[in-house]
Structures are given as C-alpha cells and as structure tokens.
C-alpha cells in the first residue's frame, strides 16, 4: 500500500512539473513564481490540475427539511454557467526551477572563474564512540553491543529476546570537520531610482532579478547579493529598499559604476569571487560626457576584474533610452555589431545588453543576459 501511494505520489509530483515547464514563459511574464519567495523554495499556483474526487450517481432525489418549495434556488443572485478553473498552490526548489529556466532557453551551464582559495566547514559523520550527545545515539550500534553483552555473561534468552541496553552499550555517532572548496559568487544589482523609474519599472526589474538569482545560484555554491540604488549620487541599500525606493532628480550612472568598483575593490577579489554587475535604467543619463566617463570606468577598472556586466534598459514613458546605444556601440551585441575599435574582444564579450518593455520581454532579456554562459 505504501509504495502504491508512493508511486501515485510521484507520477502527481510529474504532472505538476510537467505543467510548470510549458508553462514557464507564461509564469515569467505574470509574476506568479515569486509572490512567495522563500529560502529555498517557492509557491506557484497552478491552474487546471484535476484533483482526484468522488463521483456520485443521480442525486437529484433525497430528503430534506425546512420552508421552501420543492425546485426553489437557495440563496440570492444568479448561478454560473461556466465551469471554475481549479488553483493548486505548489512549492516547488528554486533549484529545479532554474533547471527549467536553463532547459527553456538552452543556457550552458557557467564555468566558475577564479582559484578556489574560499573554504567551508562541513561535519561529516563517519564514526561511533561511545560517549556523545543524546540525539546522535546509534540505536543499532547501541542495540547490538547491549545484545553481545548479553550473549556473553549468558543472560540472552532466545524464547524471550529482551535486550535492555545499559550505559556501557551506548554508542553515538562521530564526525570530523571537512573543508571543502567553493566556488563563490557576489551579484552586484544597481538600479536607477531617479523620477523616471516608477513602480511598474521596478516591478520589471524585481521579476528579472529574481530570475538572475536562480540561474547563478544555481551555478555556484555560495552567492551574495548586494544592492546600489543612485540617482545623481549611489549608496548601498538593502534588498526590500532596493524594490521600492522611489526619489527624483537627474540621473548619474557613473555614480553608481564608482560604488560598485569601489564595493569590488574592498571586498570581492578577483582571484577568489566571480562577481556580476547588472544595472537596470529607463537609459536617461544626465550628460554625454558621463556616459563616457562610464564606458572608460567599465574597460579601465570594472570589466577586468569581474566577470560578466549586464545592463538591461526599462522602459519608461521618460526616459530616452540613450545609455543602450552608447554601450552597445562600444562593445557591441554577440551576433549583431562588432565592438568599437580599440576595445579587447575578451572585454566585450563580458559585457550583455537587453531591454525590457513589458513583462513578456523578461524570457527573452534572460537568454541575452546568460547565453553565453559567463
């Protein structure tokens, strides 16, 4: 019975997965994957999944009590016509969903940059003692040094198997410490929060980080995510202010290109993290002169040292969307523009541009982002 029920249970868990997969593109654009997003897992609603009822015959008969006449509707206003659509709500690891997500898109798997000099600590049991805390006691060990203790002072009967275990029987699992390598990963988000960002842009921007978020960790074992919100002047800030900070005033970008070089320079070292910038704008910046000022910050003191930078523009009904053509002229699109003269291949190819209008654009800005594996 159990393995019947197990094996239902996961033919169900394949049903659910298959209906996530085709309908990724669909959960992208609607938000529906992170409105409960947690450490490891989320919840998504599902729609359309038959759960399994029972089905009754004619039940128009039967008896009842109470006024009324017989074929009187109960209660007001008037009944549908049309069938409810059925809501499951399933929790599902972030790490198979960035399994789809790398599946749907054909995105290679990212090969870590760096030497691996960041270690961590981890307790592997792979002994028994017989002294240790209570809760990693070996019943079986414990058990079977109670049983040949008995067998061999003679007080084991066979027609009355009783083992009692006494303190010299109990036996705890060990563990020693092992350091193991790990690939680390720092993301570094910026986002433009003058006037001309308003809540849809950032709503864009939420959905699309998220997204970022599950591919990377996905790819590495350890990653940090830190937060620069700027306008004509940048400043860290944390995730929930990251998502809903609104000011006015002009736009700066370089401000925040010097924040997160300084952020890289203090804590991220190249030979040991493999760190991201991704910078989202409506492209409005505040002069010419700073976008070059921008450009030379990226290919002098920014893209040497990290691995991949990525700017997607938003649109917005202010903004005039100058900053993605300067970049693009620059370094170029995989593809599409070869980079400017002067500009080192291996520089350019760290360097992802897309843009989003709406939230359908979200499937496709993550393949222009990650499909060169960076």
Request: charged residues 30%.
């Amino acid at each position: 019975m159990i393995n019947k029920i197990e094996q239902d249970h996961g033919r169900f868990k394949q049903i659910v997965r298959g209906k996530i997969r085709k309908d990724l593109r669909k959960f992208i654009a609607k938000n529906d994957m992170i409105g409960k997003e947690g450490e490891r897992f989320v919840s998504i609603p599902i729609h359309d999944i038959d759960l399994p009822t029972f089905r009754y015959g004619d039940n128009s008969g039967g008896l009842g009590t109470g006024e009324g006449e017989e074929g009187e509707g109960v209660g007001k206003g008037q009944g549908g016509e049309k069938e409810g659509r059925h809501l499951l709500e399933v929790d599902i690891s972030l790490e198979e969903l960035a399994d789809m997500l790398g599946e749907d898109l054909q995105l290679p798997r990212i090969e870590p940059k760096g030497h691996h000099t960041i270690t961590t600590t981890k307790d592997k049991y792979n002994g028994v003692r017989p002294i240790g805390p209570a809760a990693l006691r070996h019943f079986k060990r414990t058990y079977r040094e109670a049983l040949r203790r008995q067998l061999t002072i003679g007080t084991y009967d066979p027609e009355n198997p009783v083992i009692i275990p006494i303190k010299r029987d109990l036996r705890f699992r060990s563990w020693t410490e092992v350091r193991k390598p790990q690939s680390n990963a720092a993301i570094i988000y910026m986002m433009d929060v003058s006037g001309s960002m308003g809540q849809e842009q950032k709503q864009l921007v939420r959905q699309q980080a998220f997204w970022i978020d599950a591919w990377l960790k996905r790819n590495y074992q350890g990653v940090e995510s830190r937060y620069i919100v700027h306008d004509v002047t940048a400043r860290e800030v944390d995730r929930a202010a990251f998502f809903s900070m609104k000011e006015d005033g002009g736009t700066r970008i370089s401000s925040a290109l010097e924040a997160a070089r300084d952020m890289i320079d203090e804590h991220y070292d190249p030979e040991v993290w493999n760190t991201y910038l991704f910078h989202f704008s409506d492209g409005d910046n505040s002069s010419d002169a700073d976008n070059k000022l921008c450009v030379n910050m990226l290919k002098q003191t920014i893209l040497p040292r990290i691995n991949m930078f990525g700017y997607t523009q938003v649109k917005s009904a202010y903004g005039s969307g100058q900053f993605y053509p300067v970049l693009r002229e620059e370094f170029g699109e995989p593809g599409r523009t070869p980079p400017a003269a002067g500009v080192a291949p291996a520089l350019a190819e760290k360097v992802a541009l897309a843009k989003v209008g709406e939230r359908s654009d979200i499937y496709e800005s993550l393949r222009s982002l990650f499909k060169a594996g960076r």
